[in-house]
């Protein structure tokens, strides 16, 4: 999980913002669906970064106790500084740990909760070296009658038209080899991990956030979100790799073509289209 993003300066926090903001359009339905009839329910979520999500989500009626884990040992003393008390925390935990089970198990008897009713993995999956045994694991911890929702990113079903020379189909092309920005076909291998551990009622829920015409302020902050870290990720590849080729070429084109992309993802003609996975599992052990 070496590779999972943390966001921890004030531009990551930013765009953090931003995205959350964007997601929440296409968030809220599922969620609305998952709490549904559902009252005092247990919360756990997985990758609460700095915790201020969470807090958005799941502040919410039908909730009773919500727990956050995350990687980053320091986000997650944050988040538990700043928002943890009777209903919300937030804790370190590496999934992929040999004693992550131990660990959460340990975590959920020091805070009275015997079993989760919904557990939400957001961008998660997509950062994990092994995500089906990590499925397999959270399994047990899911109540009878529970709800598993898990959230990925869709890119083959992102678009940008008009498309001039290809070079958002190009740019996703090679999103795809950084290793920073986890498994992008993530989102169709779940379903099949879900399967093979022995889960039930799994339901995919495709969505999108949109931006057309005149939505000019949208589209910035589409593509500032999902565009704009890349060439962050290709200059540090690049000290850490220099002798590395694909870098080097990724690093070229972007000086040729990366303000020509953004120039048509948020121009008046474009249709920008992020896509996502939601995958919902109604069914406990």
Same mark, same amino acid.
């Given at each position: 999980? @070496?590779?999972?993003?943390?966001? @921890?300066?004030?531009?990551?926090?930013?765009?953090?913002?931003?995205?959350?903001?964007?997601?929440?359009?296409?968030?809220?339905?599922?969620?609305?669906?998952?709490?549904?009839?559902?009252?005092?329910?247990?919360?756990?979520?997985?990758?609460?970064?700095?915790?201020?999500?969470?807090?958005?989500?799941?502040?919410?009626?039908?909730?009773?106790?919500v727990m956050g884990l995350e990687y980053n040992e320091a986000l997650a003393r944050w988040a538990h500084g700043k928002h943890g008390g009777e209903v919300f925390s937030f804790h370190p935990c590496d999934l992929e740990s040999p004693s992550f089970a131990r660990?959460?198990?340990?975590?959920?008897?020091?805070?009275?909760?015997?079993?989760?009713?919904?557990?939400?993995?957001?961008f998660v999956l997509m950062h994990l070296r092994d995500p089906q045994t990590v499925l397999k694991t959270l399994r047990p911890f899911?109540?009878?009658?529970?709800?598993?929702?898990?959230?990925?990113?869709?890119?083959?079903a992102c678009s940008l038209t008009p498309d001039r020379q290809g070079l958002f189909r190009q740019f996703l092309q090679m999103l795809a080899l950084d290793p920073y920005a986890g498994n992008r076909r993530c989102g169709e291998q779940v379903v099949g991990w879900l399967e093979r551990c022995g889960y039930r009622r799994i339901q995919q829920l495709p969505a999108a956030i949109r931006a057309t015409g005149g939505q000019l302020k949208k589209k910035e902050d589409i593509f500032e979100v999902f565009c704009s870290y890349f060439p962050q990720d290709i200059k540090l590849l690049q000290k850490v790799e220099q002798k590395n080729r694909v870098w080097f070429e990724c690093e070229?084109?972007?000086?040729?073509?990366?303000?020509?992309?953004?120039?048509?993802?948020t121009s008046m003609k474009s249709e920008f289209i992020f896509a996502l996975q939601f995958i919902l599992c109604r069914e406990g052990v």
């Open positions: 999980m @070496e590779n999972q993003a943390v966001f @921890e300066n004030e531009w990551e926090v930013e765009r953090l913002h931003i995205q959350n903001k964007l997601l929440w359009e296409c968030e809220q339905p599922v969620f609305d669906k998952v709490f549904k009839g559902r009252s005092g329910a247990r919360v756990l979520d997985i990758g609460c970064n700095n915790g201020c999500k969470t807090m958005e989500r799941f502040d919410r009626p039908e909730v009773s106790r660990e959460l198990s340990a975590l959920m008897e020091q805070a009275g909760i015997e079993a989760f009713d919904v557990i939400y993995a957001s899911l109540a009878p009658g529970g709800c598993l929702l898990i959230e990925e990113a869709d890119d083959l070229c084109w972007l000086e040729r073509n990366y303000d020509a992309l953004r120039e048509n993802a």
